[in-house]
T-cell receptor, first 111, second 112 residues
Framework: EAGVAQSPRYKIIEKRQSVAFWCNPI?????LYWYQQILGQGPKLLIQ????????DSQLPKDRFSAERLKGVDSTLKIQPAKLEDSAVYLC?????????FGPGTRLTVL | RKEVEQDPGPFNVPEGATVAFNCTYS??????FFWYRQDCRKEPKLLMS???SGNEDGRFTAQLNRASQYISLLIRDSKLSDSATYLC?????????????FGTGTSLTVIP
């Protein structure tokens, strides 16, 4: 069974630039999550989709972060403009019931 | 107050040792509980779910105490391959209303 796919795996940008991450969940998983994991911390939920609707985006910094899942499958997460403190691993996960399956993550470095 | 609190460690134990990790959660309405394992520079992977009656999977035993809002993970006969970060995860929702909260993780290094 194919897992959660994410790209790119690594991204280095300068502050104030824009960046986008892509996620393809496991086929049939209606729920998709984007997490931010800063070094030494646990993953923090940014946004949760159920099909193409947003279930929870309470911790998404909406002045600079946006996410969409237009067709209820793939999702993109965008940061515009990036700040130094956005340096982290961005993890995408999907679930059918309660077990979450994570993608390999995108490691973002903001200089 | 954080939803989930864990002792970050690090725990450095010799091979063959028994080690226990603890986790507390703040919301008494939490529905389900999990331990995830995360290897260095890798994504988290489910280690085991935690049930009220306690559950065991080989060398791993998980316990839940709802009254004390406390979860534990016991690893017996530690192996070098057990070295990783162990994340405590609490779900406040269920089904389509899942709300997962992760602890900061507990780092374990098993020493030869």
């Amino acid at each position: 069974e194919a897992g959660v796919a994410q790209s790119p795996r690594y991204k280095i940008i300068e502050k104030r630039q824009s960046v986008a991450f892509w996620c393809n969940p496991i086929s049939g998983h209606a729920t998709l999550y984007w997490y931010q994991q800063i070094l030494g911390q646990g993953p923090k939920l940014l946004i949760q989709f159920q099909n193409n609707g947003v279930v929870d985006d309470s911790q998404l910094p909406k002045d600079r972060f946006s996410a969409e899942r237009l067709k209820g499958v793939d999702s993109t997460l965008k940061i515009q403009p990036a700040k130094l403190e956005d340096s982290a691993v961005y993890l995408c996960a999907s679930s059918f019931i309660t077990e979450q399956f994570f993608g390999p993550g995108t490691r973002l470095t903001v200089l | 107050r954080k939803e989930v609190e864990q002792d970050p460690g690090p725990f450095n134990v010799p091979e063959g040792a028994t080690v226990a990790f603890n986790c507390t959660y703040s919301n008494s309405a939490s529905q389900s509980f999990f331990w995830y394992r995360q290897d260095c520079r890798k994504e988290p992977k489910l280690l085991m779910s935690v049930y009220s009656s306690g559950n065991e999977d080989g060398r791993f035993t998980a316990q839940l105490n709802r009254a004390s809002q406390y979860i534990s993970l016991l690893i017996r006969d530690s192996k070098l391959s057990d070295s990783a970060t162990y994340l405590c995860v609490v779900n406040l929702g269920s089904g389509t209303g899942n709300q997962f909260y992760f602890g900061t993780g507990t780092s374990l290094t098993v020493i030869p």
